[in-house]
C-alpha cells in the first residue's frame, strides 16, 4: 500500500510516519481468510458512498449472517442475498452504488468483542445480486479494538423483513431538539470520508457520552485520540473536506444521517482557538459543520444493549460531565512509583504501590491518564497510554509492574525514562484487554497454547507464563517463541531458558542477527501441532503481518489467533 499526500502529511505533523509505514503492509487488495470469515458472521455493517453532487453519507445495513460474503478467489465483497433487499431505498447508498465504478468503503464491527475490519473497494452493480451490492475490492485490512463502547446484538430476523416498517425519511436543513439531544449522548459515531480520488472510507469514531460537542446548532467537534498511526480518516478529510456522519438510537431503532464538511484541528488549532478546555487534553481535533440532515426512523431492526464503555475513553471535561453517564472504574486511583529497574538498554520495569487491591489477569493491560509536561514548560496535556502488566496479581497485594520501552519521539515513554523517580504519583485508569488464555476465574481452558512474540511484545507472554506457573492444577502444554535481533535485546531473557523445557514449557529463541527471519520450516520443526493450539501473537506491525500469513500457511485456523500490537 501507498499513502496518498494528505495521510503523509498528518503522519509526518504528528510523528507517526515510521509507525505507518510498518502498518502499510497489513493493507492488502484481497481479502484474506480471517477477515472474509469475520465479514460473513456479521449482521451489521457500516458503509460510506459518495452521492452525484460529491458529498459523503455513512449507512448502516443489516442482515442475517452470511448477508455479506467474499468471492472464493478474495476479490470481491458482495452484500445481500437472494430475495433479501439489503439496500434501503432511503438511504442514499441505493442509488450512490448505481454507478459502475462508485467508490464504497465498508467497516465491519464486533461491538460485542471491539473487533473491526475495513473493506474498501469500488461498485459493480452488474454484478450484484438483487437488491445488494457487488463491490470490487481495493484495500481490506484490520484495525486496533480501541475506543469502542461493548454492545450486544438480538438475534437477526430471518428473510425479506429486515426493511419493513422503516418510515419514509425525512431530510431537512436543522437538527430538532432530539436530534441534538441524540448527538451529544452518543458514544460512538461512524464517519464517511473519501480522498480526492475518489476511494471512499467508512471509520468508527468513540468515546465516553458527549465526547461529541456542539459549537453551535450546526457545527460539531470532536477530539481525535491516539490510533493506529495511520490517519487514513484525517488524511482524507485534510485533501478532501467532505465528510458525513451515522449516529444510531440504539432506544428509538433509527439512524440518523448528516452529511457536511470537515477540518482537522491540530495543538496550535486549538491552542490559537482556545478550545483545549472541550477536548479532555486530546492532541488533535476534528471540526464538522452540518449541510443537511436524513432521519431514518424504524431502520435499525434490531436490539443493541450495552454491555461497559471503552477502558481506553479519555475522561469527559468537567464543563461538559453533565453528558456523561459514566462512572470512574472500581480500579481508577493515583499510584505510586516505588522501584525503577533497567531491563535492557530501551527497555525499564517500573513498579507502582496502588491505594486500593488492582484485579487483572496475565496477559492484560493497566492503563494510564498521563499528564505529561509540553515542550518549552507551555502547561501539560495528558496521554492515554496503556502496558502489559507483568506482574501476577494476588490477594491483598498492593503492587503491580508494567515493562516500558522507550521509543524514538514517543511522548509518553521518554516521559517515564527521563523523569519519573520512586515517589512520582501517576493516574491509573483500570486494567483491561482480552489478550489473556484465562477466563474471569483464573483458568486456562486450552490444553496447548503457542505463544510467539518479538521485542516488547514479549512482556505478555511473560505475564501469561508467570500466570501460568503461579496457578493451580496443571497447566497446559504451551511453547512460546520469541524473535529479537540479538540475546541483549530481549527483556526478561533470563526467565525464558532457551531450546529448554521448564516447568512443562518449551522456549525457543529466533535471533535474527544469527537465524534470519522466523520460517515456516522452522516454526513447524519446534511445533510440529501448530495447528492444534490457541496461538497469542504479539509484536511489531511487520511481524504480525508476517506471522499470521505464515500461521494460515500452517493450517491454523484463523479463529485460533489471537493478537496484541503495541503500536498504537
Request: aromatic share 8%; with cysteine; hydrophobic share 40%.
Amino acid at each position: 500500500m501507498v499513502y496518498h499526500d494528505g495521510e503523509l502529511a498528518v503522519q509526518r505533523r504528528v510523528g507517526t510516519a515510521e509507525q505507518a509505514a510498518q502498518y502499510a503492509g497489513f493493507v492488502r487488495p484481497l481479502v484474506n481468510q480471517q477477515l472474509s470469515l469475520f465479514a460473513e458472521q456479521r449482521s451489521d455493517v457500516i458503509a460510506a458512498s459518495a452521492d452525484s453532487e460529491g458529498r459523503l453519507w455513512a449507512s448502516m445495513l443489516f442482515g442475517a449472517p452470511g448477508f455479506m460474503r467474499v468471492t472464493p478467489d478474495a476479490s470481491a465483497l458482495l452484500v445481500g442475498a437472494d430475495n433479501m433487499p439489503t439496500v434501503s431505498p432511503g438511504d442514499p447508498l441505493h442509488d450512490n452504488a448505481l454507478a459502475d465504478g462508485a467508490a464504497l468503503g465498508f467497516l465491519c464491527i464486533e461491538m460485542q468483542t471491539r473487533r473491526r475490519n475495513r473493506i474498501n473497494g469500488v461498485s459493480r452493480p452488474a454484478r450484484a445480486p438483487p437488491g445488494g451490492l457487488f463491490v470490487q475490492v481495493q484495500e481490506a485490512f484490520g484495525n486496533c479494538p480501541k475506543y469502542i463502547t461493548r454492545r450486544t446484538i438480538s438475534s437477526p430476523s430471518q428473510g425479506a423483513g429486515l426493511l419493513q416498517g422503516e418510515a419514509p425519511p425525512v431530510k431537512t436543513q436543522s437538527l430538532t431538539p432530539d436530534q441534538q439531544r441524540l448527538i451529544a449522548e452518543a458514544d460512538m459515531m461512524f464517519v464517511a470520508t473519501a480522498n480526492p480520488g475518489g476511494g471512499a472510507d467508512a471509520s468508527h469514531r468513540g468515546g465516553s457520552p458527549g465526547f461529541v460537542r456542539f459549537l453551535d446548532e450546526r457545527t460539531l467537534m470532536w477530539p481525535d485520540y491516539t490510533g493506529n498511526g495511520m490517519f487514513m480518516t484525517l488524511g482524507n478529510i485534510q485533501l478532501n473536506p467532505a465528510a458525513g456522519l451515522l449516529f444510531i438510537d440504539w432506544a428509538g431503532h433509527s439512524l440518523l444521517q448528516l452529511t457536511g464538511h470537515a477540518q482537522v484541528l491540530f495543538e496550535e488549532d486549538i491552542a490559537r482557538r482556545q478550545l483545549a478546555p472541550l477536548l479532555g487534553g486530546a492532541e488533535r481535533a476534528v471540526i464538522f459543520t452540518v449541510d443537511e440532515e436524513l432521519h431514518r426512523k424504524n431502520s435499525v431492526p434490531f436490539d443493541y444493549q450495552l454491555i461497559d464503555y471503552s477502558p481506553y475513553n479519555y475522561p469527559v471535561p468537567a464543563s461538559l460531565a453533565k453528558n456523561s453517564t459514566v462512572a470512574p472504574g472500581k480500579d481508577e486511583q493515583t499510584v505510586t512509583v516505588v522501584n525503577i529497574q533497567q531491563i535492557t538498554p530501551l527497555v525499564k520495569e517500573f513498579t507502582f504501590e496502588t491505594e486500593n487491591v488492582l484485579q487483572y489477569l496475565p496477559g492484560q493491560y493497566a492503563m494510564f491518564n498521563l499528564e505529561v509536561p509540553r515542550a518549552g514548560g507551555a502547561g501539560a496535556q495528558h496521554l492515554m497510554r496503556s502496558w502489559t502488566v507483568t506482574s501476577t496479581a494476588a490477594p491483598n497485594k498492593r503492587t503491580f509492574s508494567i515493562a516500558v520501552k522507550r521509543l524514538p519521539g514517543g511522548r509518553a515513554s521518554t516521559w517515564l525514562h527521563d523523569t519519573v523517580r520512586p515517589g512520582t504519583l501517576v493516574h491509573l485508569v483500570g486494567t483491561a484487554g482480552d489478550f489473556t488464555p484465562f477466563s474471569a476465574a483464573g483458568v486456562v481452558a486450552a490444553p496447548r497454547l503457542l505463544l510467539l512474540s518479538a521485542g516488547i511484545g514479549v512482556t505478555p507472554m511473560l505475564a501469561i507464563l508467570r500466570g501460568l506457573r503461579a496457578g493451580q492444577g496443571d497447566p497446559p502444554d504451551v511453547v512460546a517463541v520469541h524473535t529479537s535481533r540479538t540475546a541483549a535485546d530481549v527483556p526478561f531473557r533470563s526467565e525464558m531458558p532457551v531450546s529448554a523445557s521448564t516447568d512443562g514449557f518449551l522456549f525457543v529463541e529466533n535471533l535474527t542477527e544469527r537465524d534470519g527471519r522466523l520460517t515456516a520450516d522452522r516454526l513447524k520443526q519446534h511445533v510440529p501441532d501448530a495447528a492444534t493450539r490457541q496461538v497469542y501473537l504479539c509484536g511489531p506491525a511487520t511481524y504480525q503481518t508476517h506471522m499470521t500469513a505464515l500461521l494460515e500457511a500452517l493450517g491454523v485456523p484463523p479463529g485460533n489467533i489471537h493478537t496484541e500490537s503495541f503500536s498504537y
